[in-house]
C-alpha cells in the first residue's frame, strides 16, 4: 500500500449473538455481514506510464469513500489487491489474471485505459466476476460487451465528445480537425464529437493521429496551422494531455485556432500546463467549483486526506465505492448474491461529486455534462452543455 494513502481503519465490532439474534432485519443483515471474512477488492490502476496520477488518483477517491464509511461497504471490512497494469493492453490479461486466479478478489475495479479495460471485461465475463470500471471509456464496455456484471461510474468515450461537438457547432464551428493518439478511446472520443458537431452542419475535415502513448507532435501541429480549420478537437490525458497542450501554444496555435477537447486534456494536468491551458472550453462530467454540499464536502474530505486538490479522476473512483458499497448494501455483503446485487446497483441514484446520476441498463452513468473553462489551476463550470446524456449502448443486449 502506498504511504500517502490513508489507512482504513480494521475496526471490528465486537458480536453479540444474543441480542443480535432477536433484533430487526436490517441488523440481522449486519450481523451476516460481520460473520463473513472481508471483502477482496482487486485494484488494476496504472500506476506508472503516462496516466500514472490518474491511477493514483481513482485509487484515492476509492479509499476515501472506504474510509468514510469506517473502512467497511455493506457491513464487510475490505481487503485490497493491487496490480500496475502499465496501461500496457498486451499484458492486460495477464494481469487481470493475477487478481482473478491468484488472489482470488470478490471484485475488480479498473481501469484507466480503455484497451487495457477491454481485456479485463473479458476476463471478467468468463470467470463471472463483477468489474467496476473507473474511468476507461471504451463505448463497448457498456455497448456491444455490456453484462448485468459490468459497470462504469465514469463515462462513455461517445458521452464528453459528442458534447463538445454539440458546443462547438453553437459556435459556428463549420470546419474542424481532429487530433489523438490511435486506440479506442480516441477514435471513440473524436467519434463521438463528429457526431455532436454534425447536428449543427458542421464537419471534421481531418483526423490526425499518433499512437499512443508517443508526444511527438511536431508535424501534426504544422498539419494543423496548414489547413487553418475554425477548431481543433483533441483528445489526450494525463502526462500526453499535458505535452499536447504545451506544444499547441508554443507553436502559437491556441491564438488563431481554439483547442477544444473532452476534460481530460485539463484535468488533474493544469499545474503542469499553466499558461499554455488558460481559457480552454472543454466538456466533462465534473467541474472542480461545482458549489453543491456534495461537491464542497468530497473537496474538503480529500483535501483533508491527502493535502492535495481531487479532479474527475479521484471523483469517478470515489463513486465505484459508492456503486459497490450500494450493491453490497442490498445483499448484506454478500457478494455470492451477485444477480441480486447488480440488480440493486441498477436502480441506485448516486449522490456523486459531479452531481446526482443514474445507471442505465447497460451500467453507464446517465449524466449532465458541464462546459467547462480553464481559470487558473480549476476548471470552472459555465453551463450544462447537455443534460442527463445517455450513452447510445450501440450493440448492448442483456
Ligand atoms: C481511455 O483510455 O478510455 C481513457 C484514458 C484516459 C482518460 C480518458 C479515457 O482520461
Not at 65 to 78: A, D, N, T
Request: aromatic share 8%.
Amino acid at each position: 500500500m502506498s504511504t500517502f494513502l490513508p489507512g482504513v481503519p480494521s475496526r471490528r465490532l465486537a458480536l453479540r449473538p444474543t441480542l443480535l439474534a432477536l433484533s430487526a432485519a436490517a441488523s440481522f443483515g449486519a450481523a451476516q455481514a460481520q460473520g463473513q471474512p472481508p471483502l477482496k477488492v482487486g485494484l488494476m490502476l496504472p500506476a506508472t506510464g503516462t496516466f500514472a496520477a490518474l491511477g493514483d488518483m481513482i485509487e484515492r477517491g476509492f479509499r476515501l469513500y472506504v474510509q468514510e464509511q469506517g473502512g467497511k461497504l455493506g457491513g464487510r471490512e475490505i481487503q485490497y489487491f493491487r496490480v500496475d497494469d502499465e496501461s500496457d493492453p498486451s499484458k492486460a490479461t495477464d494481469n487481470v489474471n493475477k487478481l482473478i486466479k491468484r488472489d482470488n478478489v470478490d471484485v475488480i475495479v479498473g481501469t484507466v485505459h480503455s484497451g487495457v479495460a477491454l481485456a479485463m471485461a473479458r476476463a471478467a465475463k468468463e470467470s463471472n466476476t463483477m468489474l467496476i470500471v473507473p474511468n476507461a471509456g471504451a463505448d463497448a464496455l457498456t455497448g456491444a460487451m455490456c453484462a448485468p456484471h459490468i459497470f462504469r461510474s465514469s463515462f462513455s468515450n461517445w458521452q464528453p465528445g459528442y458534447a463538445m461537438g454539440v458546443v462547438a457547432g453553437q459556435k459556428g464551428v463549420k470546419r474542424a480537425m481532429t487530433i489523438t493518439w490511435n486506440y479506442a478511446a480516441g477514435a471513440e472520443s473524436t467519434k463521438g464529437f463528429t457526431e455532436g458537431l454534425e447536428k449543427s452542419g458542421g464537419k471534421v475535415v481531418k483526423d490526425l493521429n499518433l499512437p499512443f502513448p508517443n508526444v511527438e507532435f511536431q508535424a501534426l501541429l504544422t498539419e494543423i496551422a496548414a489547413q487553418k480549420p475554425d477548431a481543433v478537437y483533441a483528445f489526450f490525458a494525463g502526462g500526453g494531455a499535458v505535452k499536447f497542450v504545451k506544444d499547441y501554444a508554443a507553436a502559437g496555435l491556441n491564438k488563431t485556432i481554439p483547442l477544444y477537447g473532452p476534460g481530460f486534456l485539463t484535468d488533474g494536468t493544469l499545474e503542469a500546463q499553466g499558461a499554455s491551458a488558460q481559457n480552454m472550453l472543454t466538456t466533462l462530467h465534473y467541474a472542480d467549483d461545482l458549489n453543491t454540499p456534495k461537491n464542497n464536502a468530497f473537496r474538503k474530505a480529500y483535501a483533508l486526506a491527502y493535502k492535495s486538490q481531487p479532479d474527475v479522476y479521484a471523483v469517478q473512483g470515489y463513486d465505484a465505492a459508492q456503486i459497490l458499497g450500494a450493491g453490497l448494501k442490498a445483499v448484506n455483503g454478500d457478494i455470492a448474491k451477485r444477480d441480486q446485487m447488480s440488480a440493486a446497483m441498477r436502480k441506485i441514484t448516486v449522490d456523486s461529486p459531479r452531481g446526482k446520476f443514474t445507471i442505465s441498463p447497460a451500467g453507464n452513468p446517465v449524466q449532465d455534462i458541464y462546459l467547462r473553462e480553464v481559470k487558473g489551476n480549476n476548471n470552472e463550470f459555465r453551463s450544462v452543455a447537455v443534460k442527463s446524456l445517455s450513452d447510445p449502448a450501440r450493440g448492448c443486449k442483456l
